[in-house]
């Protein structure tokens, strides 16, 4: 980057590196339950989403409701009293990936070798104060430290002048606070910003740390949660609807087949992108 954008990026910083965030959540806990038949457990978004603390995981699954509202879904109890999640518009799992997941529970497979590829937990990156590199940092350093100097001798200088003298002399006088904010607010303002980025970087590291804490619960599950997720994998049916939904068959023809996934893709962008 050029001085003019090293100055602007040490003082005012250089964006949001999370911006679409949102965009990417909503995407990823979509086709996490589509790939899952429509029908997950409230610790298998956990991953995604931003629980505050553990107990939340444990004992509170209201966390979930959000992820209702977005994709339409409803609670349902199974035979055991386990509460599960369907997700009716976004069911379009055949059988033979139903028994896949029935594996991974049954079997103590990896559960990242289960998610279809899919990103297994929701990672925020973590603000930069400055894209500036050290060289460029330290000229716009010593620009603010000359600045500065410049403000302070220039004060000193201006208290041994008489008050009667005009010109030059009177208008530097009226506009010498103008140049104190100024000297001041080049250091100041990327000081109260380095706070601020400390704050925010602390609280994504602790999203993130739960996040991929939920992530390794599921990896290898305690007996409990292991038949509360195939009791999920034997919930999800295989939906086969007319016009409105994609069911594979090798019976027809591959274009055909082709041409209705690229429509199936146009109504699941449409899902993500419904109003909250």
């Not at 911006?19 to 959540?25: A, C, K, M, V």
């Not at 995981?57 to 609670?75: A, C, H, I, R, T």
Request: charged letters at 30%; glycine letters at 8%.
């Amino acid at each position: 980057m050029n001085f003019l954008e090293s100055i602007f990026s040490f003082v005012f910083g250089d964006g949001d590196p999370n911006q679409g965030l949102e965009e990417e959540r909503w995407k990823l806990i979509g086709k996490y339950i589509s790939s899952n038949g429509g029908v997950v457990t409230a610790e298998e978004l956990a991953p995604y989403l931003d629980l505050r603390t553990t107990d939340m995981f444990q004992n509170d699954e209201s966390y979930v409701l959000p992820v209702l509202l977005k994709f339409d879904g409803q609670p349902e109890i199974d035979e055991e009293g386990n509460i599960l999640y369907r997700f009716p518009s976004l069911q379009r799992t055949a059988s033979s990936q139903r028994s896949g997941r029935k594996e991974y529970v049954g079997k103590s497979k990896r559960w990242a070798d289960w998610v279809g590829g899919i990103q297994n937990y929701l990672e925020e990156k973590k603000l930069e104060f400055s894209k500036t590199n050290a060289s460029e940092r330290a000229l716009v350093i010593g620009l603010g430290g000359l600045n500065l100097f410049g403000v302070v001798v220039l004060g000193a200088m201006m208290k041994e002048m008489t008050i009667n003298q005009g010109g030059w002399i009177q208008f530097v006088r009226s506009i010498f606070p103008l140049l104190q904010v100024y000297a001041g607010s080049f250091f100041a303002i990327p000081l109260v910003r380095w706070f601020l980025v400390s704050k925010s970087n602390a609280e994504i590291e602790k999203r993130n740390r739960l996040r991929k804490e939920f992530a390794k619960v599921l990896e290898l599950p305690d007996i409990s949660l292991r038949r509360k997720i195939l009791s999920a994998r034997d919930m999800a049916q295989k939906t086969v609807i007319g016009q409105d939904r994609i069911v594979y068959s090798t019976e027809r023809d591959i274009i055909e087949q082709n041409v209705e996934a690229e429509d199936w893709e146009r109504r699941f962008r449409e899902i993500e992108n419904k109003p909250e």
